[in-house]
């Protein structure tokens, strides 16, 4: 007897990868679910992560830091932002 | 008058020219005025006493000849007497051409006597009698009419009673005719050998009225003058048609709409257009559709087939009002109102069966070779989609089923799943359809991705052969219910191969497999031969397990697999108790119990050689509806505690009533008041807002 697999499809979610229920610490919004700006969650509202390891919405953060007062620095530690690789 | 004179006519002239000299002309023109006037009555008290006699006919010839006679004798006078008429009358204020006293005098006869009365009369019976289709003397007609004309008459003295004789002339004849309107014969049943005579149907009845006016509207090019026109045919009309409206509704519009008689409607509906009485039509209109709709909607057992039902009438009412009705404004609004009324009659059922019906045309390509093709289709089902309430639901149904046709593979042609996502955004706006048209996107994304994967480093160490995947951006799908299942070896590392290759690309993300949704393709020895077969991942990974050992107890296969009771059941039922077991069951029975064992069964025939083994449905369908609409329900009451936050920020504070009106049409689905109340105080309980104190139904807002 002789099994052999021939095609094989396989269905897969993606969701950010970040702690279930986490919020932006921003708007305070699930980050599964979008910015306060958008309507739709996935790669249109991307997050973004900083070297200190803090997560944001994208556009909540390009939001703060394009406030003068944000001084260029992470609204959670004061460290200045720098953009995760 | 008319007998020969003893002197030539230009002797005459002569002399009436040498006395006006003479300063004579007063005289002569005051004795002509009074030899006129002496003939003209004793010819028309001639006429007149023959008249008592009523013999008609004799006494409108006479009256004819006399005029005709008396016209042209008139014009005689007129030249003897030029001279007069150039010099006393233009010189003198006040009197009339002689031409004009001649008229003046039959006028002033006519009107002194009652013979103005008798030959009204007269007229007015030819006029009858060419109505009856009867013989009526039209010459006479013709040139009595015009002597009216001359005179003076015909406005002041004829329009009045001649309308009125219409009036009368029409009202009993409608009377008599809608008195005995006979039923609308349909074609099914047997036509009667012959109706009664001056029994009509409506349709019939109505032909009639359309003669009637054709043939009033020639009299008054034969014989009337052209301005009596709209006056004789709107007394006609209304005689015939307006009064009758109710009853000619009533009788026969039902059946008319139900044989599609299409130009009989079109007649209705001009004729009351004619007559002002477009708001009955619109009501018995709106009657009929909403009586119709209301039939199929009431039906207890709906399913699909109310959906090309409720095209089939849309299509049905749409071509009466385009071909009958004009496309009339206030009818297609009336149509429009009472569709959107009963669609929406059993809440969110439409948009159930309208997906589904949508579902089952995207999986079949018969529609697209149709005769109008399945763009026409969508448009129509567009045009019906327009009157549903609540389209959160109705995308919520859509997204499960597209859902289920993309991972499935069942979509017949792509290119129509974006046209209707497109038909569906210019109803609803680009937000509406975000989320079905991310679905298409990931599905074409997930093809790239696996080609690119194919050809990559990660692809070529896990001998990707026959490897697919489809990678769902979550928050655009339904949400599936993760199942813990422990895929064979092979595809496990294939996967993870997969996985390191996704994450180089894709920085930031979680993939999360969904083995309930795949599919696989498995090639399988049998002592008939070699079969494929098309499993589902969850069969296909229990059927694998038999590649080592030929024999193994239910409790083996759930430590080898991780699934639950319900699902391992279920998935075992399909493939050694449905219609092609590929497994034997110990013992046989229809249902899986946890002490059964199971072994492969190499003794497996099938005709076929690709073979689909059909999963066991459970109650799934009545469950996802239920989840569809518990997610719609939380849905909704967000949007509301939003919209009542936005409207309250806004307005700082606000008194019930008016939130409650300015919510309602903020909102875009049907809630109770209710409901509302109970948002309101959970909005309170949170701290947004709060009651006035001293006005309890005052709410204010709070920062």
Redesign the interface.
């Known amino acids: ?18 702690p279930d229920d986490d919020v932006c610490g921003i708007c305070r919004a699930p980050f ?1 679910a ?1 910015c306060p700006q958008c ?5 249109d509202c ?2 973004i ?1 900083g070297e200190c390891t803090h997560v944001f919405h994208m556009h909540c953060l390009l939001k703060w830091l394009e406030a003068e007062s944000s001084q260029q620095q992470c609204p959670m530690d004061r460290r200045v932002w720098v953009t995760a690789s | 008058m008319s007998r020969p004179t003893p002197q030539g006519l230009e002797e005459l002239y002569r002399d009436c020219e040498g006395l006006c000299l003479h300063k004579y002309g007063s005289d002569i023109y005051a004795m002509v005025q009074a030899e006129l006037e002496s003939y003209t009555r004793q010819r028309l008290s001639d006429i007149s006493r023959q008249h008592d006699d009523l013999v008609g006919g004799s006494v409108l010839v006479q009256t004819e000849q006399f005029w005709q006679g008396y016209v042209q004798q008139l014009a005689m006078i007129k030249c003897i007497f030029l001279y007069l008429d150039r010099t006393y009358v233009l010189q003198t204020a006040n009197v009339a051409s002689i031409w004009s006293m001649g008229l003046a005098v039959v006028r002033q006869c006519l009107v002194d006597t009652d013979m103005k009365t008798k030959l009204v009369r007269l007229i007015l019976g030819e006029v009858t009698k060419e109505r009856d289709a009867r013989p009526a003397n039209h010459p006479a007609l013709v040139s009595l009419v015009q002597m009216l004309v001359d005179l003076d008459l015909f406005a002041q003295f004829f329009m009045p009673s001649f309308i009125d004789a219409t009036r009368d002339y029409f009202s009993k004849e409608s009377r008599r005719l809608i008195g005995s309107l006979a039923a609308i014969q349909t074609e099914a049943e047997p036509v009667p050998a012959a109706q009664p005579a001056g029994v009509m149907t409506v349709p019939q009845y109505l032909a009639h009225v359309k003669r009637r006016l054709e043939e009033e509207t020639q009299r008054v090019a034969r014989y009337l003058i052209p301005s009596s026109k709209t006056v004789l045919l709107s007394a006609t009309v209304s005689e015939l048609v307006e009064r009758h409206t109710e009853r000619l509704l009533s009788t026969s519009f039902e059946a008319m709409v139900d044989a599609h008689m299409v130009s009989d409607l079109a007649n209705l509906y001009s004729l009351l257009l004619s007559v002002n009485q477009l708001g009955a039509l619109k009501r018995y209109w709106g009657l009929y559709v909403k009586k119709i709709g209301l039939q199929l909607m009431q039906a207890p057992d709906l399913d699909t087939s109310l959906v090309s039902d409720m095209l089939a009438l849309k299509r049905r009412l749409d071509s009466i009002l385009q071909g009958a009705f004009q496309s009339n404004g206030v009818l297609a609004h009336a149509q429009r109102d009472v569709f959107e009324e009963f669609i929406n009659s059993r809440r969110g059922k439409i948009a159930q069966l309208m997906t589904k019906y949508i579902d089952q045309c995207m999986r079949s390509s018969e529609q697209a070779a149709s005769e109008e093709g399945i763009d026409g289709l969508l448009d129509r089902i567009i045009a019906l989609f327009r009157y549903v309430h609540g389209k959160d639901l109705f995308e919520a149904y859509y997204r499960r089923d597209l859902a289920k046709r993309l ?1 499935n593979d069942k979509s017949a042609s792509i290119d129509t799943e974006w046209s209707m996502l497109q038909k569906m955004r210019m109803e609803c706006g680009s ?1 509406y359809t ?2 079905l048209e ?1 679905m298409l996107r990931d599905m074409a994304d997930s093809g790239d991705l696996v080609k690119k994967f194919a050809s990559s480093q990660q692809g070529r160490e896990a001998n990707t052969v ?12 339904p949400t ?1 219910e993760p199942l813990p299942l422990v895929i ?1 070896r ?2 496990e590392r ?2 993870e191969q ?1 996985v390191q290759f996704y994450n180089e690309k ?10 309930n ?9 049998f002592d008939e031969g070699p079969k ?1 077969l098309t499993l589902t ?1 969850i069969q ?1 990974t229990v ?2 397990l ?2 080592d050992c ?1 024999e193994l107890s239910y409790a083996q296969i759930q430590a080898n697999t991780g699934l639950e009771d319900v699902e391992l059941k279920r998935t075992l039922q399909s493939l050694a108790c449905g219609k092609h077991r590929v497994l034997t069951k110990e013992p046989k029975s229809r249902e899986v119990a946890e002490t059964d064992s199971f072994a ?1 069964n ?1 003794a497996f025939k099938s005709p076929q050689v690709r073979v689909k083994i059909g999963q066991i449905l459970l109650k799934e369908a009545e469950k996802e509806t239920k989840e569809v609409e518990e997610h719609i329900q939380l849905d909704r009451m967000y949007r509301v505690d939003a919209a009542i936050m936005r409207i309250l920020k806004a307005r700082k504070q606000l008194e019930h009533t008016a939130l409650m009106t300015e919510l309602l049409g903020q909102l875009k689905f049907a809630i109770s008041l209710a409901e509302v109340k109970e948002r309101i105080d959970t909005l309170i309980e949170r701290d947004y807002m709060k009651r006035d104190d001293a006005n309890p139904s005052l709410y204010l807002y709070l920062a």
């Open positions: 007897m002789k099994l052999t697999i021939t095609d094989w499809w396989s269905v897969a979610g993606w969701k950010w990868d970040v599964d979008c309507k739709i969650p996935g790669d991307p997050l992560w | 991972i937000g975000k989320r991310g026959g490897f697919h995947a489809v990678i769902l951006t979550q928050a655009f799908w599936y064979p092979e595809a294939m996967q997969f894709h920085n930031g993300r979680n993939l999360q497999w969904q083995p949704l795949g599919t696989c393709l498995l090639k399988v020895e494929e991942l296909a059927l694998l038999f590649s030929r492969f190499a």
